[in-house]
């Protein structure tokens, strides 16, 4: 019976390979055309459509029946005798019973089964459409045909005149008396009753043919049941068809039996087990007549099952086929149960059996269809780092998958990319077919991506990892899974930063030029951190590949560690360090000596001294110094230096005389008390010799000029030298003296001169004493003529107007009377081959400064001391002096001679 009707959609979708050629309508016999092949399996029309036509298409099928064109929805297909499969590619196979709803039947003997296919490419209006037409004869029919198709199971059994006079199978008054099915029970097991209208609204089928009753019902119905048969899940259909004829009632039994179960797997082999006697389907003794097997319906003879590696063989109570995993009869397709990647292989054996009771001669063909999906195996991808580091190149090989897998994208640690945003940003992502038909994906990143994270173990070595996180699809379901790895990789290519420095007289001056790792360090200037302060401080600059500092030699970051008389030595620690790792990455130690006066020898006998805390003493306090008198403290100090002033004859200084020098020597120290406890045993000591040398046999002249002044007088004094100075005072009293913009002074002959000699100095245990003078009439004092004045120490005898030595006493202008001396003259002038001649003259002395601690020799012993006298020489020659005086030389001049009478 023919049910037209309009009901749901079916569809399916292919997903894997792009079309590449036009469909035009065809109609086809037992060949092939256009990607659509057609052919006869015995009691199936089996019709293969091509990857190429299904590839991204939506597919409906439609029934012919005559005219009509009837929608094949999944139910309609199971309940009319019509099956579809379709793989993972797209390569889809049709399979119609030749006893289906809409097969025009012959005689049950020539069957023409017409599709029509659609396929809807973008829209419901573009659509491409096959017209199939297959005719097939089949005549071997047994007395029961059992069929097993993956979604319904039928049974066409020969018509049995079976008449049944019972009350249940009486027919009513008032129904047709046309022939036909009138009514069905089903055993499930207990009876249930239907007309045949209710079964047809109930999902099932029942038709007559010219010889033969046939029924079919999808599985999983609420009139069918399950039975264990040799450890072998069935699911059984059982009716009594009640078919009305010319003659009476007749009633026909059909069984239907089909396996739900009975596989095995291993990784490498699927054995699937079928009842050798199935139970509900056979009575009495039987003998098994035939047995094949096939594949997607059509049988295989032994050399092809050979090929194959397929058994088909019975046990006492099964029969057996051993399929090895990965035939190419089947596919493999791919699956991710928990994010994991896992496939599975899916292969359609066919078992065909033919039984033979021995009582009667009846045939039982029992044929099944039976699709296995081996359940999910774990396919973690395999992966392989191809990198070599000194390419600086991560390369990773990962695979294989199906082709139903897609690279869809790929997370870095910086986000995710598509694969072609990762091509664009130049992370070349490549797909590549492996000989067995899988793929694989390699991934290629450069070192020095912004996604490849970096990090140094060691100093010198850098680690690159790329952390990726693959995102994978399967098709057609669009499931996601992903695949994380890390890759890895070192080289020793750290350039590390390297400094250089130099000095000048005041400043330190350091550059810094950068490694290849930039400016991924701290820098330390001596104890403390080169903070932004810092950096103002000393002028850092940086332009990129380097950079630079100016440190004053005085800083606080600066370590002092020798001093001399006239510099220190100073040194500036810089390093560099990771403060993660702690590691030193350079550093410099750069030491130089600066100009710097520790001592400084002032004339009026003051000296200055400058201490300063070395690396040597590191806890000295420098306001703890004093000099050998202790009471003697730094008038300044800070946390570094100390400063020192002190007179000559002050503070414990030592004073030592030499020939034409005499030596000031005193000691900074640090001296430990109870004010300046030691903090250990060990505490070093600090000692500074503080030295001056004062010259003091240099000749001062003062000259006096009747011209006027131009500028203020400025002794020429040196660092180190004793100041001598003589004067001319105006009267006795020595209150007032003439200053330089009097001379030359004008005097009268036999007017008394008064002449003062100073020593300058705060040194009260230095004394001053008056050796020679002499007057010249040239300012040159070895001049001749010459005259003396006072000779070793005393006025000369030879002069009828002898050198008055006066005293000096304490005032207020006199602080320290030995440091000076007076004498007076009468104003004489110089007679050249008996003329008088009236002319300026210079006087001249030789000074001789004692230290009155030590023992007094020679003129030491005090003005005028010796008891023998040497008469003088005026011929323009003086007297040579003993060793170990100490003089100075002054001059006075010019004084004029007045001509007038006083």
């Not at 490849?452 to 995102?471: A, C, D, I």
């Not at 003439?738 to 030359?744: F, K, Q, S, V």
Request: hydrophobic residues 35%; glycine residues 6%.
């Amino acid at each position: 019976m023919r049910k037209p009707g309009k009901i749901l959609f079916w569809t399916m979708m292919a997903t894997v390979f792009a079309l590449g050629q036009a469909w035009t309508n065809v109609k086809l016999g037992s060949q092939s055309s256009s990607g659509l092949k057609s052919d006869c399996a015995g009691n199936l029309m089996r019709l293969s459509l091509d990857k190429v036509l299904a590839v991204g298409n939506q597919l409906e099928v439609d029934a012919v029946n005559g005219t009509q064109l009837i929608e094949l929805t999944p139910s309609l297909a199971a309940q009319c005798g019509y099956s579809m499969e379709s793989d993972p590619w797209g390569n889809t196979r049709i399979y119609s019973s030749l006893l289906g709803c809409y097969v025009d039947n012959k005689d049950d003997t020539t069957f023409t089964v017409g599709l029509k296919l659609q396929m809807y490419r973008h829209s419901s209006s573009d659509v491409v459409s096959h017209d199939v037409v297959q005719t097939c004869s089949y005549t071997r029919w047994a007395s029961k045909e059992i069929f097993c198709d993956r979604n319904y199971m039928e049974e066409a059994k020969g018509k049995v005149q079976n008449k049944d006079d019972s009350q249940m199978n009486t027919i009513p008054e008032g129904s047709s008396d046309a022939p036909g099915i009138w009514k069905i029970t089903f055993f499930t097991p207990e009876p249930v009753a239907m007309v045949l209208k209710e079964a047809e609204q109930a999902g099932y089928s029942a038709m007559m043919t010219s010889t033969r009753v046939v029924m079919r019902s999808p599985y999983n119905t609420a009139e069918t049941y399950f039975e264990d048969v040799a450890g072998v899940p069935m699911e059984v259909f059982r009716v009594s068809v009640y078919q009305k004829s010319h003659q009476g009632l007749n009633v026909v039994d059909l069984v239907a039996a089909c396996p739900r179960g009975g596989v095995l797997f291993t990784e490498e082999l699927i054995s699937w087990h079928v009842p050798r006697r199935v139970s509900p389907l056979i009575e009495g003794k039987v003998k098994m007549v035939e047995m094949h097997m096939g594949i997607n319906g059509q049988r295989l003879d032994k050399a092809q099952m050979a090929a194959r590696g397929y058994t088909l063989s019975t046990t006492d109570f099964h029969i057996v086929q051993e399929i090895p995993v990965g035939s190419p009869d089947g596919y493999y397709k791919s699956h991710a149960p928990d994010y994991q990647y896992h496939i599975t292989y899916n292969i359609e054996p066919m078992l065909e059996v033919l039984w033979r009771a021995d009582n009667t001669q009846d045939d039982t063909r029992y044929k099944v269809l039976f699709p296995i999906t081996t359940p999910p195996m774990a396919r973690p991808p395999h992966t392989e780092d191809r990198t070599v580091p000194e390419d600086r190149m991560f390369t990773f090989h990962i695979g294989p998958f199906l082709h139903d897998v897609e690279l869809r994208n790929l997370t870095f640690s910086t986000g995710v990319l598509t694969v072609e945003e990762s091509n664009a940003k130049g992370f070349i992502v490549e797909e590549h077919v492996l000989q067995n038909g899988s793929i694989a994906f390699t991934l290629t990143v450069a070192f020095d991506s912004d996604v490849v994270l970096k990090h140094n173990p060691e100093p010198l070595v850098t680690t690159y990892s790329l952390p990726v996180v693959f995102g994978f699809v399967i098709h057609p379901e669009a499931t996601p899974f992903a695949h994380l790895v890390q890759l890895e990789a070192s080289l020793q290519d750290v350039v590390l930063p390297t400094l250089t420095g130099t000095c000048d007289e005041e400043q330190f001056y350091v550059s810094v030029k950068y490694g290849n790792q930039g400016h991924n360090f701290q820098t330390m200037v001596g104890a403390k951190d080169l903070t932004p302060e810092l950096e103002k401080e000393f002028k850092f600059h940086d332009n990129g590949t380097h950079f630079s500092i100016q440190v004053p030699y005085d800083a606080a970051v600066a370590a002092f560690e020798v001093i001399t008389t006239s510099s220190i030595r100073a040194r500036l620690d810089i390093l560099l360090w990771d403060p993660n790792n702690q590691w030193v990455l350079g550093d410099l130690y750069l030491a130089c000596s600066f100009p710097l006066m520790m001592t400084s020898c002032y004339p009026n006998g003051t000296l200055t001294a400058l201490a300063v805390k070395v690396e040597s003493v590191p806890n000295l306090i420098p306001s703890w110094l004093t000099l050998r008198d202790q009471s003697c403290s730094p008038v300044f100090s800070d946390d570094r230096f100390a400063r020192f002033t002190f007179s000559a004859d002050s503070c414990g200084t030592i004073v030592t005389f030499f020939d034409n020098y005499m030596l000031y020597e005193n000691e900074i120290s640090l001296y430990y008390n109870a004010k300046v406890p030691r903090t250990s045993p060990i505490d070093p000591d600090y000692r500074q010799t503080v030295s001056c040398y004062y010259i003091v046999n240099n000749t001062q002249t003062i000259a006096f000029s009747s011209k006027p002044r131009r500028y203020d007088p400025k002794a020429e004094i040196g660092s180190g030298h004793l100041t001598v100075r003589m004067r001319l005072a105006e009267d006795h009293s020595y209150e007032y003296f003439y200053e330089a913009e009097d001379y030359p002074v004008q005097k009268y002959l036999r007017q008394s001169l008064y002449f003062e000699v100073e020593l300058q100095s705060s040194d009260v245990h230095l004394e001053l004493f008056l050796e020679n003078c002499w007057a010249t009439h040239q300012a040159d004092r070895t001049s001749v003529p010459s005259w003396d004045i006072i000779v070793d120490g005393c006025e000369n005898p030879d002069d009828s107007y002898a050198t008055i030595f006066h005293p000096v006493v304490m005032d207020d202008r006199v602080a320290v009377p030995p440091h000076i001396k007076r004498f007076s003259m009468k104003m004489f002038t110089f007679i050249h081959e008996d003329k008088v001649l009236q002319d300026e003259i210079y006087v001249h002395c030789d000074v001789v400064i004692c230290d009155q601690t030590s023992p007094a020799k020679g003129i030491c012993q005090g003005q005028c001391a010796y008891s023998k006298r040497t008469k003088p020489s005026h011929k323009g020659t003086r007297r040579q002096r003993s060793a170990g005086s100490m003089h100075q030389k002054i001059s006075s001049g010019p004084i004029v001679l007045n001509s007038q009478m006083s």
